[in-house]
């Protein structure tokens, strides 16, 4: 599928503590986050396939930082093309990194090697801008699965506080465990580790609709336990 720079539609994210919007990539409809850092820089989220045209796209002058969820080419298919662009340094879950840095391809689709240059554990804290963010190791779809946690104490604005979920996550689901690398047991307990944010926190998936923590704490995470 081609993107033109000019035809790339993005939908906005109402009522959390940052400014978010998400541009829906690639073969398999990746969201693709644009998270407004506060002091003028945007957060490019698991750049999926033409992330890269975002920027010019809808002018953003500046990619302050690229987070990546996990290692799947989906989320990373744009991520060597954007970081040429933007020169932006790239989080990225400690365990998945050598994945990213190496390069994948399957049937559907590849993804270039690029470096990682800030490689990521659980509870580390990530500063761009205005915001701090908190890693959350959730394995279970890929081993070094991570969420990216933002608390309105430490965003730009106020709002409810946001959930970059990748994979683990959805609007009535979870990431799949069959792929190499997952465990179902994993799954659970980084479920039971989500469960604890607030109701009220918006979880922003890699795919699919936007949802909150305690719908899906009623909906999918307590029918899992």
């Not at 820089?41 to 990619?63: C, F, N, W």
Request: hydrophobic share 40%; proline share 6%.
């Amino acid at each position: 599928m081609a993107y033109e720079s000019s035809h790339i539609p993005v939908r906005k994210v109402s009522g959390g503590c940052a400014d978010v919007r998400y541009a829906v990539l690639g073969p398999i409809e990746n969201n693709t986050y644009l998270v407004d850092d506060g002091q003028g820089g945007t957060i490019v989220v698991d750049p999926s396939s033409h992330a890269e045209k975002l920027p010019h796209a809808l002018d953003i002058d500046r990619v302050s930082a690229v987070f990546v969820t996990h290692n799947h080419w989906d989320h990373v298919s744009g991520l060597a093309a954007l970081v040429r662009e933007t020169g932006a340094p790239v989080f990225a879950p400690r365990i998945d990194a050598g994945l990213i840095e190496s390069g994948q391809r399957d049937f559907m689709g590849a993804a270039q090697a690029c470096p990682v240059d800030h490689k990521l554990d659980d509870g580390d804290t990530v500063a761009v801008g205005a915001t701090v963010w908190r890693c959350i190791a959730t394995p279970g779809h890929t081993p070094g699965g991570m969420c990216f946690f933002l608390d309105p104490a430490s965003a730009p604005h106020a709002g409810r506080p946001l959930l970059l979920s990748g994979d683990t996550l959805f609007f009535a689901s979870i990431g799949r465990t069959d792929f190499e690398g997952g465990d179902m047991g994993q799954m659970r307990a980084s479920l039971r580790t989500l469960s604890a944010l607030p109701d009220a926190c918006i979880v922003l998936p890699g795919h699919n609709r936007t949802t909150t923590i305690g719908d899906e704490r009623q909906r999918t995470i307590e029918a899992l336990m």
